[in-house]
């Protein structure tokens, strides 16, 4: 496994934007792929974008489509999630994961393939 270490987040007015960022460490045994994944009240969780080991390869949930932008900085093993045009919908505690892939260029689209969690942070989006 690896620890995942989340920042960004916080409060933005709908049509603003925020920026999440996941720093990963740890010694891992393999390539493994990372996501957003987010949770609202009374709601399942989510996979909000995921991207593969690479960074070439990238998932989104058609709710979020046009408007957030994954990306990884494979030299800091770091991924960045910018949200813009955020939605009120868009609240939620997000939580940055990892899991292992079979190739450099996989994305796991199933939340119960990951195995690394960070602690999650929160995005409230005002109407």
């Known amino acids: 496994q690896v620890q995942l270490a989340e920042s960004g987040g916080g409060l933005a007015q709908a049509g603003g934007s925020l920026r999440l960022s996941c720093a990963a460490s740890?010694?891992?045994?393999?390539?493994?792929?990372m996501a957003w994944v987010r949770q609202a009240p009374e709601k399942e969780r989510e996979i909000v974008a995921a991207?593969?080991?690479?960074?070439?390869?990238?998932y989104y949930v058609d709710s979020v489509k046009g408007r957030f932008t994954l990306s990884k900085d494979n030299s800091k093993n770091t991924i960045y999630l910018q949200m813009n045009s955020l939605k009120p919908e868009d609240t939620a505690v997000y939580y940055c994961a990892a899991g292992r892939t079979a190739s450099n260029e996989a994305v796991l689209t199933a939340a119960n393939r990951y195995n690394s969690w960070g602690q999650g942070t929160q995005v409230t989006v005002s109407s």
């Open positions: 991207i593969s080991w690479s960074g070439a390869t990238s």
């Open positions: 740890g010694r891992a045994s393999s390539v493994y792929g």
